[in-house]
């Protein structure tokens, strides 16, 4: 089985499921990134309910989610600690 997905920025349950099961894996980077969907962001549960997992990205129109690149006043520790309250670090 052959398993064809667009690459998410934190794995949801049934992407690692469908590894397990799968005998090929294609990652579909090859199109567009898309504002607004999970390439770049997640929803992850934390002690204070759910919250929203970003990493800012520079975009240009009509981008390839593989020429994405992470933008450069990116500081992981401080957008850590803002982005995911109630997470123990």
């Known amino acids: 089985m052959i398993y064809i997905e667009q690459p ?6 049934g992407f690692c499921e469908a590894l397990i099961a799968c005998t090929s894996v294609a990652l579909y980077d090859d199109v567009q990134f898309t504002q607004g969907g999970w390439q770049n962001r997640n929803r992850i549960k934390t002690a204070n309910g759910p919250a929203w997992v970003t990493v800012p990205v520079v975009r240009a129109t009509g981008q390839l989610i593989r020429d994405t690149r992470i933008a450069d006043d990116f500081r992981h520790a401080e957008h850590g ?7 123990r670090t």
């Open 8 to 13: 998410p920025f934190l794995p949801w349950l």
């Open 81 to 87: 600690q803002d982005a995911t309250p109630g997470l």
